[in-house]
């Protein structure tokens, strides 16, 4: 029997809400472990990630799982991983409002069912959707905000560390330590 999250994956499969769903070659619903005490929302797949329907396969997951393993000494099974919006947007240009609205309900629904402890948000659009704010990850990293009675740590989108070299990397590494802390793994 499937269980309620691979349901909820099998729903995804086929859906048709919005015009991504045209041009991806596959869903990314989220991958990980199903009931973890940690997970991760970033923005929406790329190439390699619509390729093999995989979430961060590509450069940026390179980085994640670095910065799993050094700052939370985990790998990617021990935690779940997943997007805003489930389908690659065209050329990787940012999702648009209609299509993170028309996600929402996966993601939310994912969070229900996960229940993670610690949620940790990658970049903007995932940290200002689950804050529900217009303030940009600049400034709203750096702590963790309550969150429907769990914790939520948002922090910079690993391709921002790519591009922006070790500052932007050493403040994604200290926000993975408060997610660590407040797991109460240390
Ligand atoms: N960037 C994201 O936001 N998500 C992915 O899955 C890959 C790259």
């Given at each position: 029997m499937l269980n309620?999250?691979?349901l909820l994956a099998v729903e995804a499969e086929s859906c048709t809400t919005c015009n991504l769903a045209?041009?991806?070659t596959n869903v990314v619903f989220g991958a990980g472990k199903p009931d973890?005490?940690?997970m991760f929302v970033g923005e929406g797949p790329g190439a390699q990630e619509d390729r093999w329907g995989l979430p961060f396969v590509g450069r940026s997951g390179k980085l994640l799982d670095r910065l799993l393993d050094e700052e939370l000494g985990i790998d990617r099974g021990?935690?779940?991983?997943?997007?805003?919006?489930?389908?690659?947007p065209p050329e990787n240009r940012d999702p648009r409002p209609s299509e993170i609205a028309a996600c929402q309900p996966y993601l939310?629904?994912?969070?229900?069912i996960i229940d993670p402890l610690v949620i940790v948000t990658l970049g903007n659009f995932s940290s200002k959707l689950l804050?529900?704010?217009d303030t940009g990850i600049t400034k709203l990293r750096g702590?963790?905000?309550p969150f429907r009675g769990r914790q939520l740590v948002p922090t910079f989108h690993p391709a921002a560390a790519l591009r922006g070299g070790t500052d932007v990397l050493a403040r994604m590494?200290?926000?993975?330590?408060?997610?660590?802390?407040?797991?109460?793994h240390v």
């Open positions: 309620s999250l691979e045209e041009g991806r973890a005490d940690l021990s935690c779940y991983i997943s997007n805003v919006v489930k389908c690659r939310e629904q994912q969070i229900q804050l529900e704010t702590r963790a905000y590494r200290s926000d993975m330590v408060r997610a660590k802390v407040l797991m109460g």
